[in-house]
């Protein structure tokens, strides 16, 4: 008998959609206040490379504020752990008989280094929100911690697939 899959996919929190927003309306702010202002206020007109340096930012800026509104976590247990973040290309796999340990955690950005993927001592933490989630401990790579909305129910199927869960 096969072990079922588990799966969860995460949208970002009202912070990430709140810091999201504001970059596309700071871009859009900029964007409209440079070509608000006359261009004689300068002694020199802006130059092709200024121009050019201004879109590029602005492209980046909402690309990025739009990344932040359509980011989403999916975890997934079935022949391997797998942790995708997407549209960032984010991607973790881990073998089940690599995990030495996984425990329910309460995650936040203030516990976990902010919102996002973030680099923590000893592993990497990835949350788009606060809240239950799952730290877990892998023989010789770094750890993971991240947020799901049932991490008994992970744990589970971790057990289920052979890993050493407590």
């Known amino acids: 008998m096969s ?10 929190g009202r912070t990430l959609t709140v810091v999201g ?6 871009a859009v702010g900029i964007a409209a206040l440079v070509l608000a202002v006359p261009t004689g206020w300068q002694d020199q007109p ?21 990344g932040s509104l ?14 995708r973040v997407r549209p960032w290309w984010y991607r973790r796999r881990i073998a089940p008989e690599r995990i030495t340990s996984a425990e329910v955690v309460h995650v936040t950005g203030g516990n976990s280094g902010g919102l996002g993927i973030r680099l923590v001592p000893g592993g990497t933490a990835v ?13 010789g790579a770094r750890s993971i911690r991240f947020r799901c909305n049932d991490p008994d129910a992970l744990v589970e199927a971790l057990r289920a697939r052979g890993a050493a869960v407590d």
């Open 127 to 139: 949350l788009l929100d606060g809240g239950p989630g799952v730290q877990v401990t892998i023989r």
């Open 21 to 26: 927003w504001a970059v596309i309306a700071t």
């Open 46 to 66: 802006p130059t092709a490379s200024d121009v050019g340096v201004l879109v590029v930012t602005l492209a980046v800026t909402v690309a990025l504020g739009v």
């Open 70 to 83: 359509l980011m989403r976590m999916t975890v997934r247990v079935d022949e391997v752990l797998e942790v």
């Open 3 to 12: 072990n079922p899959v588990h799966e969860e996919t995460l949208r970002p």
